[in-house]
C-alpha cells in the first residue's frame, strides 16, 4: 500500500524444537540417502529464496503502486473510480483480482467501504470477510462495515452482532459509536432491555465522547416505552 496502517501489532510465534538422541546407527546406515535428502532441501531452499527475489518482491512493488491512484479517488469519496478504475488506472476491484493480498491486506477493507458506498452489501460482505489486518482501529472498522452491510439488508440480527464484536475489539473512543448502533438495531428487534443495556454501557465506559454525550436522550426513550 502507499502508506501503511499505524499501531500494528507485532506477531509472536513459539517454536518447540524435541531433542533425539542415539541416531548414529541410523546415519550410518541411511548416509547415502540423508545426502541426497539434504541437496534437495538445499536445492528448494534456492528455488524460493529466487522466487521471492525475482517475482514476490517486484509483484508486491508492482501492486503497491498501482493502489496510489485508487487511494485518491477514495479520499475524494469518489468510490465508483476508486473501486473500478478510471480507464487508465485500476480500481481496487480490479487490484483485489489481480494481486490479492500482495497489494496489502487494506484492499479488502478498501473494496468493501466503497461497495458499502455504493449500495452493494454483498459485495461488501464479501470483501470485508476477507479482511484480516492486525491494527485494531481497522479491524474494528472492518467489523462495523460488515455490521453496515448486514444492516443495509434489513439483517438486524446480523448486524447487532457485528457492531457488538466491532466494540470488542478495543477499548477506545471508537467503541462508542459501535455500540449505540448496537442499541440501534437491538430496538429494531424489538429487544428494549438489550438497547438500554448498551446505551447504559456507553454512559458508564464512554461518557466523554460524542456519544456519551447524547445518550441520555436515548436512555430516556427506552424508559418511557
Known sequence: ???????????????????????????????????????????????????????????????????????????????????????????????????????????????????????????????LKKYNGKDVILAARAECCLGDAYAMKEDYKGALSQYEKAASVANNAYAAGYLLKAGLMAEELGNNAKALSLYEQIKKEYPQTLEGFEIEKYIQRIQVK
Open 1 to 127: 500500500m502507499a502508506q501503511q496502517p499505524k499501531n500494528q501489532n507485532i506477531e509472536t510465534a513459539q517454536n518447540v524444537g524435541e531433542a533425539v538422541s542415539k541416531v548414529e546407527n541410523f546415519f550410518k546406515e541411511n548416509g547415502k540417502k540423508i545426502s541426497i535428502i539434504s541437496a534437495a532441501v538445499a536445492v528448494i531452499a534456492v528455488v524460493i529464496i529466487a522466487v521471492s527475489q525475482l517475482y514476490i518482491k517486484p509483484l508486491k512493488a508492482e501492486a503497491a503502486g498501482q493502489t496510489f491512484v485508487a487511494e485518491q479517488y477514495f479520499r475524494a469519496a469518489d468510490y465508483e473510480k476508486a473501486l473500478n478504475g478510471d480507464g487508465n488506472s485500476l480500481g481496487f476491484a480490479q487490484i483485489v483480482d489481480e494481486y490479492g493480498s500482495k497489494a496489502g491486506k487494506a484492499v479488502y477493507l478498501y473494496a468493501g467501504v466503497c461497495e458499502l458506498q455504493l449500495g452493494n452489501a454483498d459485495n461488501a460482505i464479501s470483501y
